[in-house]
């Protein structure tokens, strides 16, 4: 079973970095065809995909947010961090981790499972 | 950059209706679109992937069908659990999208 979990500030000032930790179980980013994406949410708005790691660190970002964000992983913890620069309060949304496998079934392929989502609110 | 355009933005229905939602693409996606359902407070859950094919346990009355710019989710017979918003994706090109979003309310 594939789970995963989003962990860091709830609350960030203006021009602050945020960074988030994605903590997952049942599968591994040393396994390839695995990745993990990130995606955001702000309060009653639609869903934005903005960055994405792969097994092999190659690694995709939003044209929008490129030059802000920063995504690593640390295979050994099964971990992926996410740093954004320059917070603003239009940042402000619920952050998802998701999980996606490129090499495995077509439906794996997909963002599936997600976390339950972490709301960062960025305001002084 | 791929625009995904759901419609209509509120379908309000009644249990043991039929939903039809609707998501255009602003160019060709083939088949890489998939549906997501997404509950108040909830992650959003995989429903249909591949334009057409449903997503392991998710119940037979929901279907999916399109190619191309032009997808349908349908919900055959709605349950009380399926009220929910409802948003497509496209993983054909970069960056990755998603539609704005079908809110389904009875």
């Known amino acids: 079973q594939i789970t995963l979990k989003e962990s860091g500030p709830t609350l960030v000032k203006p021009t602050q970095t945020l960074t988030l930790t994605c903590s997952f179980s049942?599968?591994?980013?040393?396994?390839?065809?695995?990745?993990v994406g990130w995606i955001r949410q702000p309060p009653g708005k639609a869903l934005e995909w903005f960055a994405l790691?792969?097994?092999?660190?190659?690694?995709r970002y939003s044209p929008s947010l490129k030059n802000r964000l920063t995504v690593t992983k640390d295979t050994s913890k099964n971990q992926v961090v996410l740093t954004m620069t320059n917070m603003d309060p239009v940042d402000t949304a619920t952050y998802y981790c998701?999980?996606?496998?490129?090499?495995?079934?077509?439906?794996?392929?997909?963002?599936?499972?997600w976390g339950q989502g972490i709301l960062v609110t960025v305001s002084s | 950059e791929i625009v995904l355009t759901q419609s209509p933005a509120t379908l309000s229905l009644s249990p043991g209706e039929r939903a039809t939602l609707s998501c255009r693409a602003s160019?060709?996606?083939?088949?890489?679109l998939a549906w997501y359902q997404q509950k108040p407070g909830q992650a959003p859950r995989l429903l249909i992937y591949?334009?057409?094919n449903r997503a392991t346990g998710v119940p037979a009355r929901f279907s999916g069908s399109g190619s191309g710019t032009d997808f349908t989710l349908t919900i055959s017979s709605l349950e009380p659990e399926d009220f929910a918003v409802y948003y497509c994706?496209?993983?054909?090109?970069?960056?990755?999208?998603f539609g704005q979003g079908t809110k389904v309310e009875i």
């Open positions: 998701a999980h996606f496998d490129d090499y495995g079934i077509s439906e794996a392929a997909w963002f599936d499972p």
């Open positions: 049942g599968f591994s980013l040393s396994t390839s065809g695995a990745g």
């Open positions: 790691l792969y097994w092999d660190d190659d690694k």
């Open positions: 160019q060709s996606v083939s088949n890489y």
């Open positions: 591949d334009a057409s």
């Open positions: 994706q496209q993983r054909s090109n970069w960056p990755r999208t």
